[in-house]
């Protein structure tokens, strides 16, 4: 059984930082690249950032570059997300996602075969 299990969400202040695990289970997890969307509420999900299998290359929506930086353990099974300088409009539920191929598509939710149950983000103004 495959599953993603995102955690590390919670409630902060503006400028403070969380970091967000994500454990996959049930696949091997070097041969998925990783993505984090986020969804904030009335609103679709979007890319956030996304790392390939290695960890060598990364892509970052334009909204979180510069303060979020996504990394991977290949050995624990787990991606992460740092991030920093928090902002009330990254207030979300944040996914993690899982895909076998298509590098070049990473911005795309339909790409992901597999998704987290996600982890609440709050920040409030």
């Known amino acids: 059984q495959v599953q993603l299990v995102e955690s590390g969400g919670g409630l902060v202040q503006a400028g403070d930082s969380l970091r967000l695990s994500c454990v996959l289970s049930g696949r091997t997890f070097h041969n998925y690249y990783m993505a984090w969307f986020r969804q904030a509420p009335g609103k679709e999900r979007e890319f956030a950032a996304a790392i390939d299998w290695s960890g060598g290359s990364t892509d970052y929506a334009d909204s979180v570059k510069g303060r979020f930086t996504i990394s991977r353990d290949n050995a624990k099974n787990t991606v992460y997300l740092q991030m920093n300088s928090l902002k009330p409009e990254d207030t979300a539920v944040y996914y993690c996602?899982?895909?076998?191929?298509?590098?070049?598509?990473?911005?795309?939710?339909?790409?992901?075969?597999?998704w987290g149950q996600g982890t609440q983000v709050t920040v409030p103004s």
């Open positions: 996602a899982a895909a076998p191929q298509g590098w070049a598509s990473k911005r795309l939710r339909r790409n992901y075969t597999y």
